[in-house]
């Protein structure tokens, strides 16, 4: 037996995100040096026996009828049979007979269940009776055996519909139909045993019934593809009808299924399928009658008036055509109208036929109602007796007014063709406007030195009523009311200030009520607002561990200095300010900064922090300087949600981190499971020591039922706990979840999950090989599948599977020079795996197979061949080995590198182009075609619905510059001169030894003092541009920033849990660059965040109603960075004293274990030790037990 150890370790004091973790099998302690440990490779065998009870067969499973099919037939004594160790039997230990025979693979189960283990191909068929015969000759361990032979029976699924589906209907009272079974049904079965049965008496058929067959409607059958599909409409040609005839003659699990006559319209029907239905699988058919659908036919078409909102009881009405004008109710003009139909119509027949006074363009010019209606059909729905179809007008109509309809006979169609046999004359009246006001800024800011006002809208209104509260600088207000009369013009939404300078009395503070009207309005009578008036910006970036305030002025857009920020409960409907217990003071710096409090400080349970509803307390920022005072409410309304991360706050403790391994990864039921769980904490820079005491351990089975609660845990001074947990006998097999949780809060983890199933190891390994490690098209590539059994010697006359696959990948060089330049091998139109080879086959007596086949064209130029060799093991399961190689669709390949990554306006950029050959080498002698463009981008501010402004893009790309030239083995280059800072491309082009063609693309950025414009993103997106992706410590991270706002102050911070460090910038043009090197304690990886404000820009104010776009903005922007560097890992060695042992033998292993950069702190080893066998059959490998992978 090969013997695998697996060894990791953990610190004390662990300085890592990602700490390392280790399987509780041995254990042993060093000080960054070596340990010893020793363990025996042993097989115990647990024998249980039971004496004196007779052997008989308890159950047998499945059993019963219309069981599903299964790959398993367990048979279950009464008491233990067979010792624990080698379950698996042959047939011919086994006096068990099946019929119809079943390709079994006995196996014991347990000591008292056998089960017939059947692979795919080979599991029991549907609508099949087994018999199961079980002779005596199974003997326990006490020598007893079965007194006589017994019998047991179990029939498969047998043929029955599930459900039916309306494909369309031909005419009123012909539907198509889509039928599914459980299985394929023979054609034949179907017609004789499937009938509609239309108007249905009192006795009407059931599945307790059967229905007299000569009152059925007999079906025609159509195969369910597009042929099918196309015949079934009537739309199919000669092909696809003889196509569909040769399909409806063999077995199918779905039919789509017509009427032979018409059904009389306006009729219930039932579609019914009865006993006897058949299917090729089996010869058990159904037994019982069944009711698929139900549904009615369709009445004659007729116009049944109009549907409109009641405007006195906001409820939905119907006129009839035939409803005198004076018995008529006005409807809400602002509800939308419908016109409704017996069976249904298409859009565009109404926008032709229908004519309405006064007509829906209401005087518009150049306006087509109905241009935007497309038509769509109702006819491949179920319809029932009571079901109308309706035809929704396309716009609001005029208030207060009487429509007339009217259409000429025979002019409005259904979809059927049928005619409306009368012509349409009514006529129908609007009501006024309901009264009503809408706030669309429920929450606003308003500059203290501009007269910019917060909008309400009125229609058909007489007053507001205003009840508010005000917080000033000096304090809270008491409650106040005004009445505020408005200007009254009929049926016309306007907008109207609601003068939140005057409830201040125009100076800073902020304001918070309610507003109702006279009249009333039906819904929402009453709305709330909170809004402002503030000289200052306030930006609050909340952490866990710590949070950071900044204040700027709106006007000069500069940092506010010794402002004094308080933090404290309040509530929009109340406005106290703070009291005593609010938390601060805390005074901006020179930068407008102020350090404050985490969540788990100013939160811990999260039960203030992102509120949603206005009536809870809530946690406000106030800023106040001399007379001035800004307040930042820290709830959702206020919230900014930055693109490209995601944000999730936690509760106090919420950042405990926990993960662990078990001993092999995966067990069976009944074993006994050992386990090592690590918990650590979280602040600002590092993982750190978590509590020791207070946690709960539960674990839980496949279908969440516990195999222990709330186990009281403690962990060593490792922050490490070590246990076992049994698997019970009779266990389900499956996910087995790890529950962590602190017995002090909500907080929860799941460090660890293991996989409890009936496994059996493979008792070989397969490994494929190639004749090459590159290939081309028209290469021959030989292939060589060889399986070895663990134990030593070849698997023979395994039945083998070869699959050659072939993706897109980029190209890669170990030349040193080559490795800087980038080949651009995308194949835009071919993503994922492509097929290329496929075929079963048999080892030979060697235990191998040799194949061969020759590699197509291919449009992928470059790639990765993946050819997988498996083998069928006796569980009817696969092992598979898998072998790479590169596919090179080219023996050319030019490449590109930027020498600079950024450049520089009105300076040489030069671009260095290579070429290589397949293996990605340099070579000389192909010509080289080079091309500059400039993306020249265009923007345009148009208005859209109401007074919203909206930004249109138009982008260009441009000649700047070209050049031709013959590579040689070393680097070329061409440069060009860029006039303005933005984005630019360069591309490449050549032609092979072949002449396929091949081209990069490589995007460059300039950088500059002139103004670039920048495609941005919706909302207040800011777009970051990264030197790398991924960093190392001691790195100088570089980030070019597509700056929308030149001149405005940017604060940069470096994130993660809280603040690493932040200063302020000033982005001065449109690609500015940060720079910053990259500390230890970014390890494994932080956020860059940069947020971006800028000044109101000097403008007249526009008139009123229009759109401030002068007004001061912002933007914010997140880029995640990881950190890959190797700093706080710790080494570990492992080595045998030698190479291969027996069992029973001792093994000696030696293990050192050295932190990169030791802290004097002890190290704790954690050994597993598994069979290869076992873990082969582990996700991952041997990364299950890394903690930085597993």
């Known amino acids: 037996m090969k013997v695998l150890a697996l060894v990791s370790a953990a610190l004390l004091a662990l300085a890592t995100s990602l700490a390392p973790i280790a399987a509780a099998s041995d254990k042993a302690e ?100 087994y018999r199961v015969r079980i002779e005596p000759g199974i003997h326990a361990e006490d020598g007893q055996t079965l007194a006589a032979p017994v019998t047991y029976s179990f029939i498969t699924e047998r043929p029955r519909a599930e459900y039916a589906s309306f494909i369309t209907w031909r005419a009123p009272g012909v539907p198509v139909l ?79 299924v017509m009427p032979r006559q018409a059904l009389p319209q306006d009729s219930s029907v039932v579609l019914v399928a009865q006993a006897g239905l058949t299917g090729p699988q089996g010869k058990e058919s159904s037994v019982a009658s069944s009711q698929v659908v139900r549904f009615d036919t369709f009445p004659a078409f007729r116009f049944l008036g109009v549907r409109c909102t009641r405007f006195e009881r906001d409820e939905e009405v119907t006129i009839s055509p035939d409803t005198p004008l004076e018995r008529q109710p006005r409807c809400d003009p602002m509800q939308g109208y419908s016109l409704l139909f017996s069976t249904p119509v298409l859009n565009s027949t109404i926008a032709r036929q229908l004519r309405f006074q006064p007509d829906l363009a209401a005087g518009r010019q150049n306006f ?77 800011v308003l500059e203290r030195h501009s007269d ?23 304090g809270p207000k008491p409650p106040r009311e005004l009445v505020r009369q408005v200007p009254r013009p009929t049926d016309i939404a306007y907008a109207h200030p609601i003068g939140i300078r005057d409830l201040l009395d125009g100076g800073s503070g902020a304001v918070s009520g ?53 933090i404290y409960q309040d509530r929009y409907n109340r406005l106290d300010g703070p009291g005593a217990d609010a938390l601060g003071p805390f005074i901006t710096d020179a930068d407008g900064v102020a350090r404050l409090p985490g969540s788990e400080q100013l939160d811990p349970k999260l039960e203030l922090l992102n509120q949603y509803n206005d009536d809870a307390a809530r946690l406000f920022v106030q800023v106040r300087k001399g007379a001035e005072m800004a307040l930042l409410p820290l709830d959702a309304g206020f919230h900014v949600w930055p693109s490209g991360v995601y944000l999730q706050t936690r509760e106090q403790l919420g950042h405990l981190r926990a993960w662990g391994t078990t001993a092999q990864g995966v067990y069976r039921v009944g074993d006994r499971v050992d386990y090592k769980l690590y918990v650590r904490q979280q602040d600002t820079h590092t993982l750190v020591p978590a509590p020791r005491d207070g946690y709960l351990l539960s674990v839980t089975d496949p279908k969440g039922e516990p195999l222990f609660k709330d186990h009281p845990v403690s962990l060593s001074e490792f922050g490490a706990y070590a246990d076992s947990v049994q698997i019970p006998q009779g266990a389900p097999v499956g996910w087995y979840r790890f529950w962590l949780r602190r017995a002090d809060s909500d907080v929860e983890l799941v460090p660890l999950r293991v996989l409890v199933a009936d496994f059996t190891p493979s008792p070989f390994k397969v490994e494929t090989t190639l004749n090459g490690d590159m290939f081309q098209p028209g290469d021959t590539l030989e292939m060589e599948i060889e399986a070895h059994l663990h134990a030593g010697g070849p698997f023979t006359a395994g039945e083998t599977r070869t699959l050659v696959r072939l993706e897109a990948d980029s190209l890669r060089t170990e030349h040193p020079v080559a490795q800087r330049f980038y080949f651009d091998t995308s194949t835009p139109d071919h993503y994922g795996w492509q097929t290329l080879y496929q075929t079963e ?24 061949l993946q050819v997988e060799g498996s083998v069928l093991d006796d569980r009817g399961k696969r092992v598979a080995a898998l072998a790479t190689a590169r596919f090179t669709g080219r023996d050319r390949y030019v490449g590109l590198n930027n020498t600079s990554w950024l450049y520089r306006e009105d300076q040489p950029a030069r671009v260095e182009y290579l070429v290589v050959d397949r293996a990605g080498m340099p070579v000389s ?59 630019y491309r360069s591309i490449a082009s050549i032609n092979d030894t072949r002449g396929r063609a091949h081209s990069t693309t490589l995007q460059a950025w300039v950088v500059g003092q002139s103004t670039a414009l920048w495609t941005e993103p919706d909302g207040a997106a800011l777009q970051i541009v990264p030197e790398k992706t991924r960093y190392q410590v001691g790195d100088t991270a570089r980030y070019m920033i597509r700056n929308p706002l030149p001149g405005a102050l940017a604060l940069i911070t470096v994130e993660r849990y809280g603040v690493l460090r932040s200063w302020l910038q000033r982005f001065d043009s449109s690609t500015p660059v940060v720079e910053f ?17 800028s000044k109101r820009v000097d403008a007249p104010l526009p008139e009123r109603g229009q759109v401030d776009l002068g007004k001061p903005t912002s933007r914010y922007g997140y880029v995640q960075v990881p950190v890959d560097d190797p700093y706080k890992m710790i080494d570990v060695t492992v080595k045998t004293a030698q190479p291969v042992y027996k069992p029973r033998e001792t093994v000696e292993v030696e293990v050192r274990a050295r932190a990169r950069h030791p802290l004097g702190e002890p190290i704790e080893l954690a050994v597993a030790v598994l069979d290869e066998s076992v873990l082969d059959l582990i996700a991952g490998g041997s990364a299950y037990f890394d903690p930085y992978e597993g």
Request: proline share 8%; net charge negative.
């Open 368 to 444: 087509e109602p109905w241009q935007n209606r497309s038509d769509y059909t109702r006819l491949d729905r179920h319809h029932s007796r009571d079901d109308l179809y309706a035809v929704h007008l396309p716009v609001l109509l005029q208030a207060f007014q009487t429509y007339s309809l009217s259409a000429d006979a025979q002019s409005i169609v259904d979809e059927f063709g049928r005619p409306l046999p009368a012509p349409i004359q009514m006529q129908f009246m609007t009501a006024h406007r309901r009264p009503g006001f809408q706030l669309p800024h429920e929450r606003a």
């Open 514 to 566: 309610q507003v109702t009207s006279t009249p009333k309005m039906l819904h929402d009578p009453e709305q709330t607002f909170f809004a402002q008036v503030t000289p200052y910006q306030v930006l609050v970036k909340i952490g866990h561990f710590s949070s950071i305030a900044w204040v700027t002025d709106m006007r000069s857009g500069e940092p506010v200095i010794d402002a004094r920020l308080l």
């Open 841 to 864: 086959n048999r080892l030979d007596d060697h235990g191998r197979q040799s194949l061969s086949f020759t590699l197509p064209d291919s449009p992928v130029i470059h790639g990765r």
């Open 178 to 256: 889509r039928v599914v079974f459980n299985q394929p049904v023979d054609p034949d079965s179907v017609r004789d045993r499937l009938h509609l049965y239309p108007t249905l008496p009192a006795t009407a058929p059931d599945a307790r019934a059967e229905p007299d067959r000569s009152a059925g409607v007999a079906l025609e059958l159509f195969s369910n593809d597009q042929a099918g599909y196309k015949a079934a409409r009537d739309e199919a040609d000669e092909a696809e009808l003889a196509a569909v005839r040769a399909a409806v003659r063999r077995p199918a699990r779905v039919w789509l």
């Open 452 to 474: 910019s006002e917060v909008p309400i809208y009125l229609t058909n209104l007489e007053r507001l009523d205003l009840r508010y509260r005000s917080l000033e600088p000096d």
């Open 1077 to 1093: 090197e990259v500390k230890p304690d970014f390890l494994p990886g932080f956020y860059l965040s940069i947020s971006l404000v």
């Open 925 to 983: 002698g192909t010509e080289v075609s080079l091309k500059f463009e400039r993306l020249d981008t265009y923007a345009a501010r148009v208005k859209s619905a109401g007074n919203a402004y909206v930004t249109r893009f138009e982008h260009k790309w441009v000649p700047v510059g070209e050049c031709t030239a013959v590579a040689e083995a070393e680097p070329g280059s061409c440069q060009f001169t860029p006039d303005r800072a933005g984005s």
């Open 30 to 129: 060093a000080t960054n040096g070596r340990v010893e440990t020793r363990t025996e490779a042993r097989t115990e065998a647990r024998l249980a026996r039971t004496p004196g009870e007779a052997l008989r067969v308890v159950r047998v499973t499945p059993t019963g009828e219309d069981v599903p099919a299964t790959r398993q037939v367990v048979i279950q004594f009464n008491r233990p049979v067979v010792p624990l160790g080698r379950m698996e039997r042959g047939a011919d230990e086994i006096p068990i007979s099946i019929e119809p025979a079943l390709a079994c693979q006995w196996r014991w189960l347990d000591t008292s269940a056998l089960a017939c283990q059947l692979d795919e191909r080979n599991a029991t068929r549907l609508a099949t009776r």
